[in-house]
């Protein structure tokens, strides 16, 4: 019963002492870098920018989706309604305009000069009458009260042809330059109500914003909705990347592009490649799920490698193994946020 007592004390007593020189010593320039992690992506809550019923969603959770694909709706009737009054407003408006823009027509303005003909005839007339009445007053032929008739029959045919000598100018010199200035404005003013009316009409259908994948419909055809309430969860398939820790006494080895290798459990004989993206500017604790208890005391930093995944293998959570070389040079540019490069569907290493 000695020796095997013996064994696993010999045996603990060489872990332990392999733990010891790794921890004191620091990681050759020349050995790969292997962290350890867990494959992260980014999700969004898609909802309506609208307070209505949905009419119907037309995905179902594990949908793959495209950019810009419709994925539900709303009722619209009301809205469509509210689109036709502003665009019946709009044409009322530029019609107004027009009419103003285009004066006055030629039949307007052979009226007013006809105005001003009878009405100067009328002039004659009662200036003719008003004369003869103060001849006949002078002679004693026609009363003070008919001679006050024909001077103010006078009078009145003097101001009528006024008034059509203005109505001619008017006709004449067309609408004034403020009318068609407000007009200009009421029609602006209504086309932008159109556009309002029709970004709301829009927004009784809901995209996809980006590639990816539907991983929850929230609310189903009757629901009423609200933009403070999601109707599905959009995971975005792009992109993907592996949450991992380092310590510090690798940071200075860690440079932003430097080409990975990741590996999962789930397809252990195929590889990905992939390049660090992010290196975090703060200092944390290993988070208690990736580290035993003795190391959760210690600082690490959070690196994010991008990982290609054309196949769409790599899923949200599942470990993976990052092995960098960490004495490689840069040999490509940095993610410009987390986008792969080009050339990221021909890059994975079967």
Same mark, same amino acid.
């Given at each position: 019963?000695?020796?095997?007592?013996?064994?696993?004390?010999?045996?603990?007593?060489?872990?332990?002492?392999?733990?010891?020189?790794?921890?004191?010593?620091?990681?050759? +320039?020349?050995?790969?870098?292997?962290?350890?992690?867990?494959?992260?992506?980014? &999700?969004?809550?898609?909802?309506?920018?609208?307070?209505?019923?949905?009419?119907?969603?037309?995905?179902?959770?594990?949908?793959?989706?495209?950019?810009?694909?419709?994925?539900?709706?709303?009722?619209?009737?009301?809205?469509?309604?509210?689109?036709?009054?502003?665009?019946?407003?709009?044409?009322?408006? &530029?019609?107004?305009?027009?009419?103003?823009?285009?004066?006055?027509?030629?039949?307007?303005?052979?009226?007013?000069?006809?105005? #001003?003909?009878?009405?100067?005839?009328?002039?004659?007339?009662?200036?003719?009458?008003?004369?003869?009445?103060?001849?006949?007053?002078?002679?004693?032929?026609?009363?003070?009260?008919?001679?006050?008739?024909?001077? !103010? +029959?006078?009078?009145?045919? $003097?101001?009528?042809?006024?008034?059509?000598?203005? +109505?001619?100018?008017?006709?004449?010199?067309?609408?004034?330059?403020?009318?068609? &200035?407000?007009?200009?404005?009421?029609?602006?003013?209504?086309?932008?109500?159109?556009?309002? +009316?029709? %970004?709301?009409?829009?927004?009784?259908?809901?995209?996809?914003?980006?590639?990816?994948?539907?991983?929850?419909?929230?609310?189903?055809?009757?629901?009423? #909705?609200? =933009?403070?309430?999601?109707?599905?969860?959009?995971?975005?398939?792009? =992109? #993907?990347?592996?949450?991992?820790? !380092?310590?510090?006494? #690798?940071?200075?080895?860690?440079?932003?592009?430097?080409?990975?290798?990741?590996?999962?459990?789930?397809?252990?004989?195929?590889?990905?490649?992939?390049?660090?993206?992010? %290196?975090?500017?703060?200092?944390?604790?290993?988070?208690?799920?990736? &580290?035993?208890?003795?190391?959760?005391?210690?600082?690490?930093?959070?690196? $994010?490698?991008?990982?290609?995944?054309?196949?769409?293998?790599?899923?949200?959570?599942? =470990?993976?193994?990052?092995?960098?070389?960490?004495?490689?040079?840069?040999?490509?540019?940095?993610?410009?946020?987390?986008?792969? =490069?080009?050339?990221?569907?021909?890059?994975? %290493?079967?």
């Amino acid at each position: 019963m000695k020796k095997p007592i013996l064994g696993l004390l010999l045996v603990a007593a060489l872990g332990a002492a392999a733990w010891w020189y790794f921890a004191e010593n620091p990681v050759d +320039a020349s050995s790969d870098l292997v962290l350890y992690g867990n494959v992260d992506i980014r &999700e969004t809550d898609l909802a309506f920018n609208n307070n209505e019923h949905i009419h119907q969603v037309l995905v179902q959770e594990g949908d793959r989706v495209r950019k810009g694909q419709l994925l539900a709706t709303l009722h619209r009737s009301r809205r469509q309604a509210e689109v036709n009054a502003a665009a019946a407003r709009v044409k009322a408006r &530029e019609a107004a305009l027009a009419r103003l823009l285009a004066g006055s027509r030629p039949e307007e303005i052979r009226q007013a000069t006809a105005n #001003v003909a009878a009405a100067d005839a009328r002039l004659a007339d009662a200036r003719a009458t008003y004369e003869r009445t103060r001849d006949l007053s002078r002679r004693q032929a026609a009363s003070a009260q008919a001679l006050d008739d024909a001077q !103010a +029959a006078l009078n009145t045919a $003097r101001a009528n042809l006024k008034v059509a000598e203005a +109505a001619l100018a008017l006709a004449e010199e067309g609408p004034r330059a403020e009318d068609i &200035e407000e007009a200009r404005a009421m029609l602006m003013a209504d086309k932008a109500q159109l556009e309002l +009316a029709e %970004v709301v009409l829009a927004d009784t259908e809901l995209h996809a914003p980006a590639d990816g994948v539907i991983r929850n419909r929230i609310l189903q055809p009757g629901d009423m #909705v609200s =933009p403070q309430t999601p109707v599905l969860t959009l995971a975005l398939t792009d =992109p #993907v990347w592996v949450r991992a820790y !380092a310590p510090e006494t #690798v940071l200075g080895k860690l440079v932003l592009g430097t080409s990975a290798v990741i590996t999962t459990d789930s397809f252990p004989d195929k590889q990905y490649t992939g390049w660090v993206g992010y %290196v975090s500017p703060t200092a944390e604790f290993t988070p208690k799920n990736v &580290e035993t208890t003795e190391l959760r005391t210690r600082l690490v930093y959070q690196v $994010r490698v991008f990982v290609c995944n054309p196949q769409g293998e790599l899923r949200l959570g599942m =470990p993976a193994t990052v092995t960098i070389a960490i004495a490689q040079e840069q040999t490509q540019t940095p993610a410009q946020d987390g986008q792969a =490069p080009p050339d990221c569907a021909r890059s994975q %290493v079967e």
